[in-house]
């Protein structure tokens, strides 16, 4: 059985945060949108997101250094005899049922990464590499 972790983007302080505890309180806030907490593994402090957080799950793999991989790394794949490096963006395909890339060279096809891959950075905390790979949709 694999870990289930998450992590999320805190976008006040412009970093990402390990999340130890996840709280979705009922109802809606003033503005008719759903609030969102999460407590930070090293200080226990409390904070407020609004709809759709940016929190990130773990996929259960690390990558050649030992790194966990989780939704919305940008990783870059080693090269191959058929396939040049490539850089591309981990995500959930829910008709697959698992955790895929999609990159710069495979526009139209969904990439596995793999124990060799490296992660360069994430989504948010390395916006500049976001334009190498094609924009994901929801």
């Not at 407590?39 to 996929?59: C, G, H, R, V, W």
């Not at 905390?125 to 094609?134: I, R, S, V």
């Amino acid at each position: 059985m694999r870990e289930i972790k998450f992590r999320a983007w805190d976008d006040i302080k412009k970093k990402m945060i390990q999340v130890e505890s996840l709280i979705i309180p009922k109802g809606l806030n003033e503005a008719g949108q759903q609030e969102l907490a999460v407590s930070d593994k090293f200080n226990s402090t409390y904070f407020s997101y609004l709809i759709a957080p940016p929190i990130m799950q773990y996929t259960g793999q690390k990558n050649k250094q030992g790194k966990e991989i989780y939704e919305g790394d940008i990783l870059l794949n080693p090269p191959e005899p058929w396939c040049p490096k490539e850089i591309f963006k981990v995500y959930w395909d829910n008709s697959r049922l698992a955790w895929m890339g999609i990159g710069q060279y495979s526009e139209d096809e969904l990439v596995a990464f793999s124990d060799d891959s490296e992660i360069i950075g994430n989504i948010y905390e390395n916006p500049e590499l976001k334009g190498d790979t094609p924009q994901l949709t929801s």
